[in-house]
């Protein structure tokens, strides 16, 4: 099995900076891609942002230029800069991989979210 841990998400004020991390460990065999996805109360979960195992970079527009996603490979670890916070970014998020495992297998894994809430 693998799994998925978040961490660093909390309460900011608008305009503020918060630092998301998520940690994959278990039967990895190898992570295609990590990602970040977040569901605001009502809506449905969106994607925000990608990064392949080669560094490639992709975010929904409603982040570009705020946001920034980074991965390090040798902690199957990848994080989510969120800086000039919105209260309109305020949601759980989500951490994603795609994942072949030591069965390999290619399976998509989530973590169990983290809040993120944006108010002054």
């Known amino acids: 099995q693998v799994q998925l841990v978040e961490s660093g998400g909390g309460l900011v004020q608008p305009g503020g900076s918060l630092r998301l991390s998520c940690a994959a460990s278990g039967s990895i065999f190898s992570i295609n891609f990590m990602g970040w996805y977040r569901q605001a109360p009502g809506n449905q979960r969106e994607w925000v942002a990608t990064?392949?195992?080669?560094?490639?970079?992709s975010y929904a527009d409603s982040v570009k230029g705020r946001f920034t996603i980074s991965r390090d490979n040798a902690r199957n670890t990848v994080y989510l800069q969120m800086n000039s916070l919105k209260p309109e970014d305020t949601a759980v998020y989500y951490c994603n991989a795609r994942v072949v495992t030591t069965a390999r297998v290619l399976k998509d894994y989530w973590g169990q979210g983290t809040q993120v809430t944006v108010s002054s």
């Open positions: 990064i392949t195992s080669g560094g490639t970079v």
